[in-house]
């Protein structure tokens, strides 16, 4: 399955890129070789055929600018340039820097020339109408195959990203395998896991209790809910090389792999830090009110894949066996629907919104003590908690550390060749245009749920990557406010859900899993889950 997405994301990437240029070559779109009548202001006058350069102004009504290049623009341009005069009049160039406020036009063809500020063309004085004033045409560097060099850049910029990702997770990775190598060897991951054995046993039926996997998977999950990420990648990694020492067929996911990984993409968090702090940073007046919703959102994404996952894992059904399949499993489909009924009940009657309103009392002075608690002394007991216990049960703590460390520096070191293959496909669809081409496509879709049109890319973005969607998260905000509904919306996305496709490159890469069964397909149906789920709780209370 992995095998078919990673071709997909590349070639609907290049291919959407390559139709786009020839669309705009066609239709000439940057008006290549065509004059561009502009007014030049010289502050300290102008005089023909002198080889200087000139600081000027260059001026550009909105209506011929709109009608030159058939773009709407409702203001009138106004930039600062420099002309150099040549003895040749021919060769006589203008330069000047494009910056976000300029036309986006005017923006792509600046990064279609390597530097994303500068425009250069060639000038003709038409006229001197005073000393200062000259009316003028300007025929700017020809632009072509902007699409696919942006594949290009894209390319090498997230080759470069994922190997960068990669370095900056051995210390991280070696210090907490070190820390669990510790805890492991003291017994206390197995103390863990035995409290937790009831839950557990459910969901990983096929792993046994006392497993070291479990305590790993226990961990992860833990860190995740925290929102300890840098320490919830470690234990995951940990927990799939563990899971894999159970695998009967190597290079085949486990229905304990698929369950573990479809908890993880499903992003249950209990304090979404990042997006809290995003909000704070733009003026939020309450930049913790999200945390109820995307405690919400979050959970029905993580009921929804881990139910996915335990059905997915049950096909396929031989023939005629699927009534046995009904009967034998008969009680969970109860208690599945019967949960799937109390929450619909709950969210529907004015107990469920009056308890779905109380979710979000928490005040920006309360939300910043609980983040502060967090970020303060997490990471620091839990590692005093597991060296400490060490200690005490006189494990050779250093011995342990460092021979767990050691397993960290591997582990890191191997996830390097998937990630890049991940990571540079996703650059290549998201840079190509493929994913405003399939937004586009859904837009009836999404028309009809509900969903805003400007919060349609976080949505899209958020399982393939994750700085691309906090890039947009950002942005949203800063254009709609971070307390307006569509703020809101796109802040309880980010905050209770997870990068799908980059947790199934890193941690099957880490095992060499290349045939992933029903995992990608429980993942997704966790996101869209999650998107629906955020969409309704966001548009009960604050819609």
Same mark, same amino acid.
């Given at each position: 399955m992995l095998n078919?997405?990673?071709?997909?994301?590349?070639?609907?990437?290049?291919?959407?890129?390559?139709?786009?240029?020839?669309?705009?070559?066609?239709?000439?779109?940057?008006?290549?070789?065509?004059?561009l009548i502009v007014t030049l202001e010289f502050p300290g006058g102008f005089q023909k055929n002198q080889e200087k350069s000139y600081h000027t102004i260059l001026r550009i009504?909105?209506?011929?600018?709109?009608?030159?290049?058939?773009?709407?623009?409702?203001?009138?341009?106004?930039?600062?340039?420099?002309?150099?005069?040549?003895?040749?009049?021919?060769?006589?160039?203008?330069?000047?820097?494009?910056?976000?406020?300029?036309?986006?036009?005017?923006?792509?063809?600046?990064?279609?020339?390597?530097?994303?500020?500068?425009?250069?063309?060639?000038?003709?004085?038409?006229?001197?109408?005073?000393?200062s004033i000259a009316k003028a045409h300007i025929v700017l560097e020809n632009v072509s195959f902007l699409k696919l060099k942006d594949v290009t850049s894209a390319a090498?910029?997230?080759?470069?990203?994922? !190997?960068?990702?990669?370095? %900056? /997770? &051995?210390?991280?990775? $070696?210090? #907490? =395998?070190?820390?669990?190598? !510790?805890?492991?060897?003291? %017994? /206390? &991951?197995?103390?863990? $896991?035995? #409290? =937790?054995?009831?839950?557990?046993?459910?969901?990983?039926?096929?792993?046994?209790?006392?497993?070291?996997?479990?305590?790993?998977?226990?961990?992860?999950?833990?860190?995740?809910?925290?929102?300890?990420?840098?320490?919830?990648?470690?234990?995951?990694?940990?927990?799939?090389?563990?899971?894999?020492?159970?695998?009967?067929?190597?290079?085949?996911?486990?229905?304990?792999?698929?369950?573990?990984?479809?908890?993880?993409?499903?992003?249950?968090?209990?304090?979404?830090a990042t997006a809290i702090a995003i909000r704070a940073a733009s003026g939020s007046s309450e930049p913790a009110i999200i945390i109820g919703t995307s405690i919400f959102a979050s959970f029905c994404a993580t009921i929804a894949g881990v139910t996915a996952a335990?059905?997915?894992?049950?096909?396929?059904?031989?023939?005629?066996?699927?009534?046995?399949?009904?009967?034998?499993?008969?009680?969970?489909?109860?208690?599945?629907?019967?949960?799937?009924?109390?929450?619909?009940?709950?969210?529907f009657s004015g107990i469920g919104k009056d308890i779905l309103q109380r979710l979000s009392f928490f005040s920006p002075g309360v939300a910043r003590n609980i983040?502060?608690?967090?970020?303060?002394?997490?990471?620091?007991?839990?590692?005093?908690?597991?060296?400490?216990?060490?200690?005490?049960?006189?494990v050779r703590v250093y011995e342990k550390f460092v021979e767990g460390a050691k397993e960290g520096f591997t582990i890191a070191v191997k996830i390097i060749p998937y990630l890049v293959a991940m990571l540079v496909a996703i650059g290549i669809f998201r840079a190509g245009g493929a994913m405003q081409w399939l937004i586009n496509i859904l837009h009836p879709v999404t028309d009809l749920i509900g969903l805003p049109a400007e919060a349609v890319p976080m949505a899209f973005m958020r399982p393939l990557s994750g700085s691309g969607s906090l890039g947009i998260m950002a942005e949203i905000i800063s254009v709609h406010g971070p307390d307006s509904f569509i703020g809101i919306l796109v802040s309880t996305l980010y905050g209770s859900s997870e990068t799908t496709f980059y947790v199934l490159a890193v941690y099957f890469g880490a095992v060499n899993i290349k045939r992933i069964r029903h995992a990608l397909s429980a993942g997704l149906i966790a996101d869209i889950v999650g998107v629906l789920a955020a969409l309704f709780i966001v548009r009960l209370l604050f819609g």
């Open positions: 078919y997405v990673w071709l997909a994301l590349l070639f609907l990437g290049i291919g959407t890129a390559i139709t786009t240029d020839i669309i705009d070559q066609s239709q000439n779109k940057f008006q290549n070789g065509n004059p009504k909105a209506a011929d600018f709109s009608n030159f290049y058939k773009e709407n623009i409702y203001q009138d341009i106004s930039i600062p340039a420099i002309v150099t005069q040549h003895s040749n009049a021919a060769k006589d160039v203008i330069n000047f820097k494009i910056s976000s406020t300029d036309p986006k036009i005017w923006q792509e063809m600046a990064s279609a020339s390597g530097n994303n500020e500068d425009l250069n063309g060639k000038i003709k004085i038409d006229s001197l109408l005073s000393p090498l910029d997230y080759a470069g990203s994922a !190997v960068s990702i990669s370095l %900056g /997770l &051995i210390g991280v990775m $070696a210090l #907490w =395998l070190g820390v669990m190598k !510790v805890a492991e060897d003291a %017994g /206390l &991951i197995s103390i863990i $896991a035995r #409290w =937790l054995k009831p839950v557990t046993k459910k969901l990983f039926p096929d792993v046994p209790p006392e497993h070291p996997a479990m305590g790993s998977m226990i961990m992860n999950i833990s860190a995740n809910m925290l929102g300890l990420g840098n320490a919830a990648t470690p234990f995951g990694l940990k927990a799939m090389e563990e899971l894999n020492e159970l695998n009967p067929e190597k290079g085949v996911a486990t229905n304990a792999m698929c369950t573990f990984l479809a908890i993880n993409t499903a992003g249950m968090t209990l304090i979404p335990k059905i997915l894992e049950k096909f396929p059904i031989k023939k005629n066996e699927f009534t046995f399949w009904v009967k034998s499993n008969l009680k969970n489909i109860s208690a599945i629907v019967g949960l799937i009924l109390l929450i619909l009940i709950i969210i983040l502060q608690i967090f970020s303060t002394l997490a990471i620091p007991l839990l590692i005093i908690l597991f060296i400490g216990y060490g200690a005490i049960k006189k």
